[in-house]
Nanobody
């Protein structure tokens, strides 16, 4: 069982930055694929970024060059550094953990555990 708790969301102006954190419980954190998803009002949850156990990363096209996912296995924490934020980045951001690697794990049903989400609002 893994519990995930996100933090770091908030209100920021366009062009600004935020750093999201996701703290995980459990002793096997280092073996999980960790991903970030987001869901805007009226839209489906969408993949944002993923980091594998071997630190390989993959991003959705709309955030490439602006967002960076990282993990600190000693702290059982995964991060999402978000720079050059745009109003269209406004959403609830969710951290997720997958016990099985399936390609790049870009689909929500491939994840076993989810956090409660943290709101990110980017004003224009």
């Amino acid at each position: 069982q893994v519990q995930l708790v996100e933090s770091g969301g908030g209100l920021v102006q366009a062009g600004g930055s935020l750093r999201l954190s996701c703290a995980a419980s459990g002793r096997t954190f280092s073996s999980y694929v960790m991903g970030w998803f987001r869901q805007a009002p009226g839209k489906e949850r969408e993949f944002v970024a993923v980091i594998n156990w071997n630190y390989r990363t993959y991003y959705t096209d709309s955030v490439k060059g602006r967002f960076t996912i990282s993990r600190d296995n000693a702290k059982n924490t995964v991060y999402l550094q978000m720079n050059s934020l745009k109003p269209e980045d406004t959403a609830v951001y969710y951290c997720a953990a997958a016990s099985q690697r399936t390609g790049w794990n870009t689909v929500a049903y491939e994840y076993d555990y989810w956090g409660q989400g943290t709101q990110v609002t980017v004003s224009s």
